[in-house]
């Protein structure tokens, strides 16, 4: 702590620790008690100012413009009703170990309560953030918004709630400069690396298996592609790793989930050495624990807790996936596999096989979803950032619709909460300007958060919304549960005209029915200035991807 004392208002404080910190985007929604903080981002312009149309959005907006650019922003709710509405948004963050920093006007101290407008314990968002900071004191601001900000960028990095009081952000003050530099803890991890080196030399059906933490680590694309290479192994991902390792190389498996491909799934039954890197194994991923990590495991991640909580590991590399990936190229010992490519691309052409047999890509009337995919995929620009909402769509997403790097593919991880597809899109515009933007939404996850097609057309973002309309939340009403509850009902209703919704916000919408009549909407409206939505009518009654995934598979594997 240094003896410098400047008078800034706290709103000051505030915008100018976050422009020194090169955060250069404010989402948020303007309410009473944010104004003080308003009127600075207003009065200065070293950062933009994003209006969104509801709460629920704006964390969103955030977390798609880290994923897609790798820029943190700021977001902005008044106490209450708006913190909780961000509530959604702040545990996806959380979950995916996104960085941003959420400020909240919160109530004064002395009004505590008394009930006053908007009035909410603070502790309510201590499970839903990295760290909630609550800020009552004035000479408190400056050292708590500077750990705020390194705590959300410090790894794993994570969403932090700075609950500022009203009063604090408008009134002037003398405050001490503050500098915090937490520490990272590390490990060594020189014998574990010793012996996991050991395992996967002597592994005659090593499998990569890439969660998040590859995404996060610096270096992690780079760092899986050479160590794939080395074992010649086959690379399965998870939805956070989807990206990470190009689905146009041989050796990508496909991503794990209920819809892994039955091939698939037998490849890890058959690998003698996995090795997981940056992943949590999470319930969604894992098909609720249901899919083999092979003989053996080898876990790599940030997070101690993660060891041993899901699958049990043989070895356990405490640290970030690129450091770890460079000590265990050094120390393996002429490593041979069962030739990665032609074990994945034999399984993924199976896997095609049975779409194709069951008539799922053809240019039928109404389209089935894979075919839809295929067709936008092949449409679009290769370096297009793809965004997806959450539903049955999204799953089948994993499989048939391919991703290059990490950040030109948008989804959530476990927290698969719907309404998050057309924010992310938004906040994907926002962090790459010059590149094509395609928000994949069911029309369920459209609904949800419809309202921000006006803030799309609003600061005219060259977003394309592709909407997989089955007029039913599918993913519920093709669940294995679905008769044991509600003797084959199904959750389907009567979808609004999208096209015309979209008009009426200012975008341009369009109806299609064929493939053809896809291609030619999204040549229109790709590259072209404004948003467009794309309305696609998807047969109700097609199998979900996890249905499509169960088939005999006879592939011949080593």
């Not at 609550?134 to 990095?157: F, H, K």
């Not at 996936?321 to 041979?336: F, I, M, Y």
């Not at 467009?532 to 097609?542: M, W």
Request: negative net charge; glycine residues 10%; proline residues 6%.
């Amino acid at each position: 702590m240094t003896d410098t004392n400047d008078t800034r208002r706290g709103g000051e404080y505030v915008y100018d620790a976050l422009v020194d910190a090169g955060i250069d985007l404010l989402v948020g929604l303007p309410g009473t008690q944010t104004l003080p903080l308003d009127r600075t981002v207003v009065e200065r312009d070293e950062m933009r100012y994003v209006m969104a149309r509801h709460e629920t959005a704006i964390p969103h907006i955030a977390w798609g413009y880290y994923e897609s650019s790798g820029r943190v922003a700021a977001t902005l709710t008044v106490p209450g009703p708006g913190d909780t509405n961000a509530m959604h948004g702040l545990k996806n963050a959380l979950n995916d170990c996104v960085p941003f920093v959420h400020i909240s006007a919160d109530v004064n101290p002395e009004d505590r309560g008394k009930r006053p407008i908007h009035e909410i314990e603070a502790d309510t968002f201590d499970n839903v953030v990295k760290e909630n900071l609550s800020i009552e004191r004035a000479l408190d601001l400056p050292a708590a918004v500077t750990r705020g900000i390194e705590s959300a960028l410090e790894p794993p990095t994570g969403p932090v709630r700075l609950g500022v009081s009203s009063r604090v952000l408008d009134e002037s003050f003398d405050a001490p400069t503050a500098t915090v530099s937490p520490e990272r803890t590390t490990y060594d991890l020189d014998a574990d690396l010793d012996r996991a080196a050991t395992l996967l030399s002597a592994a005659d059906r090593p499998v990569v298996y890439v969660g998040g933490g590859s995404r996060r680590s610096p270096g992690g694309v780079e760092a899986v592609a050479a160590l794939a290479a080395d074992l010649d192994a086959p690379v399965a991902a998870s939805y956070k790793g989807k990206g990470v390792f190009p689905e146009d190389d041989g050796r990508f498996l496909g991503v794990t989930g209920s819809h892994f491909p039955a091939g698939a799934r037998r490849v890890l039954d058959r690998a003698d050495v996995v090795l997981a890197l940056g992943t949590d194994f999470d319930g969604v991923t894992t098909a609720h624990w249901s899919l083999s990590m092979g003989d053996r495991l080898v876990h790599v991640t940030l997070e101690p807790a993660a060891v041993d909580a899901s699958y049990d590991a043989d070895v356990a590399l405490l640290g970030d996936v690129a450091e770890v990936v460079s000590g265990l190229r050094s120390r393996l010992d002429d490593p041979g596999g069962w030739d990665g490519a032609a074990v994945a691309s034999a399984v993924r052409a199976e896997y095609v096989e049975s779409l194709d047999a069951r008539g799922l890509l053809d240019d039928a009337t109404p389209l089935n979803t894979p075919a839809v995919l295929r067709r936008v995929r092949g449409s679009i620009p290769r370096e297009s950032v793809v965004t997806t909402d959450v539903g049955g769509f999204r799953l089948w997403s994993k499989q048939v619709f391919e991703a290059y790097r990490p950040d030109d593919y948008v989804t959530a991880g476990s927290w698969a909460g719907m309404g998050v597809g057309l924010p992310a899109a938004i906040g994907a515009a926002l962090g790459n300007p010059d590149a094509p933007v395609v928000c994949l939404t069911g029309d369920g996850g459209l609904m949800m958060c419809v309202h921000e097609l006006h803030t799309a057309a609003e600061y005219d973002l060259d977003v394309t919304v592709v909407v997989s309309n089955n007029a039913d939340y599918g993913i519920i009403s093709k669940s294995p549960k679905i008769e044991q509850y509600t003797e084959g009902h199904q959750f389907t209703w009567r979808s609004p005209d999208f096209a015309t919704v979209a008009e009426g916000f200012g975008c341009r919408g369009t109806h299609v029915d064929t493939l053809d009549g896809l291609a030619d909407a999204l040549d229109a409206a790709v590259g072209r200035d404004g948003p467009d939505l794309i309305d696609v009518a998807i047969e109700t009654d097609e199998p979900s991807a996890a249905e499509a995934a169960d088939y005999d598979s006879t592939v011949d594997l080593p």
